[in-house]
């Protein structure tokens, strides 16, 4: 049985992604229960399970603190790693956009390199008025935003946040890079 995982207000996402890594490291005999009925039909290995598992770990980690629950991390846990399983299983792409989720540590990433102007210019020509307003406002913010931050700014929902950036991406994707 696992033991319940204490953690605080002010944990960082880089603290909670190593928290999940620590805790998949510590539990893979029960990820190999929970993904027994699901594996033979993955297209995957042992280490893309615990791959899998690490970010349904983490999945559950926020769930818990954002609903106040630190008990409840392993049924959080279970539900989103078996329906991951059973979409991996069924061939279905479990993440389409890694929207929320930093898989590495602040400290071993690089900074992006910088876009050049002209790039910038011709992605935003490619786009609507309306996309261009979100690319600029994107391009101004000092850290990552979420979907739920770009729909609080332009006043649409989660969803038709989640649409537009996807227009946005395939559109600007077309520029060469």
């Known amino acids: 049985m696992t033991r319940p995982i204490q953690y605080n207000d002010e944990i960082s996402t880089g603290e909670i992604w190593k928290l999940s890594l620590q805790w998949v490291s510590v539990n893979h005999k029960l990820i190999r229960q929970f993904a027994s009925p699901y594996f033979k039909h993955m297209a995957a290995d042992r280490d893309d399970l615990y791959q899998e598992a690490a970010i349904a770990a983490y999945k559950a980690f926020i769930n818990c603190h954002e609903k106040g629950e630190p008990n409840r991390f392993v049924p959080y846990f279970r539900v989103i790693f078996k329906t991951n399983c059973l979409k991996m299983a069924s ?8 929207e929320d989720y930093q898989f590495t540590s602040p400290e071993e990433e690089e900074e992006p390199p910088v876009p050049e102007k002209k790039k910038i210019e011709e992605a935003l020509n490619k786009v609507t008025e309306r996309q261009r307003k979100i690319c600029v406002w994107l391009l101004q913010q000092q850290e990552p935003v979420k979907f739920e931050d770009i729909s609080k700014q332009f006043k649409v929902s989660r969803r038709h946040a989640f649409r537009m950036m996807s227009n946005i991406y395939e559109r600007i994707s077309q520029v060469a890079p």
């Open 91 to 98: 061939g279905v792409r479990t993440i389409d956009f890694l």
